[in-house]
Antibody, heavy 118, light 106 residues
Framework: QVQLQESGPGLVKPSETLSLTCTVS????????WSWIRQPPGKGLEWIAF???????YYNPSLNSRVTISVDTSKNQFSLKLSSVTAADTAVYYC????????????WGQGTRVTVSS | SYELSQPPSVSVSPGQTASITCSGD??????ASWYQQRPGQSPVVVIY???KRPSGIPERFSGSNSGNTATLTISGTQAMDEADYYC?????????FGGGTKLTVL
């Protein structure tokens, strides 16, 4: 079965760029859609972006200007870059699979905690 | 922008039925999904397309969606069902999550 694993720095300085990678195992990334979702400490879920295996991208309008999502089919990975981070970007970041646009997220990765602090 | 509203908390006694609502404008015209998130764990889908249950999810979980409200119902609630629950829908190609409901089984 498909499994997702997030990786990246756990600490990012304010104004810098947060970079995370999600590695897909147990299946090919060359189908479906792939997404990033985050959860600030003690708060709810916030969708960030998703991308198709062919590279079509969709972004949360509230984060659009700072977010880039990309896919590397040769490595079975997709990535997130969030620029100009502030303390408000401190969260657990999850990657997840979408069966299709307007579908549901399943499965999810275990999440990676990112703290923005100097 | 489109919003989904959930009650912050719901309490239920073991063995009883818990209902968690999710409200949004004409939500019944969209598909709703529900996620369970136990403390320290990643979310897991328990209902998709309003009322479909993924394999491995107990039959006590059910869903409905009509008008402006989607409802997650847990029949015969067990202690292991204590968790945060999030509804999710789509507004065009944008994903919307509800604010989450903490279900307490006491």
């Amino acid at each position: 079965q498909v499994q997702l694993q997030e990786s990246g720095p756990g600490l990012v300085k304010p104004s810098e760029t947060l970079s995370l990678t999600c590695t897909v195992s147990g299946g090919s990334i060359n189908t479906y859609y792939w997404s990033w979702i985050r959860q600030p400490p003690g708060k709810g879920l916030e969708w960030i972006a998703f991308i198709s295996y062919s590279g079509s991208t969709y972004y949360n309008p509230s984060l659009n200007s700072r977010v880039t999502i990309s896919v590397d089919t040769s490595k079975n990975q997709f990535s997130l870059k969030l620029s100009s981070v502030t303390a408000a970007d401190t969260a657990v970041y999850y990657c997840a699979r979408l069966v299709a646009v307007t579908s549901w997220f399943d499965p999810w990765g275990q999440g990676t905690r990112v703290t923005v602090s100097s | 922008s489109y919003e989904l509203s959930q009650p912050p908390s719901v309490s239920v006694s073991p063995g009883q039925t818990a209902s968690i609502t999710c409200s949004g404008d004409k939500l019944g015209d969209k598909y709703a999904s529900w996620y369970q998130q136990r403390p320290g764990q990643s979310p897991v889908v328990v209902i998709y397309h309003d009322s479909k249950r993924p394999s491995g999810i107990p039959e006590r979980f059910s869903g409905s969606n009509s008008g402006n409200t989607a409802t997650l119902t847990i029949s015969g609630t067990q202690a292991m069902d204590e968790a945060d629950y999030y509804c999710q829908a789509w507004d065009s190609s944008t994903v919307i999550f509800g604010g989450g409901t903490k279900l307490t089984v006491l």
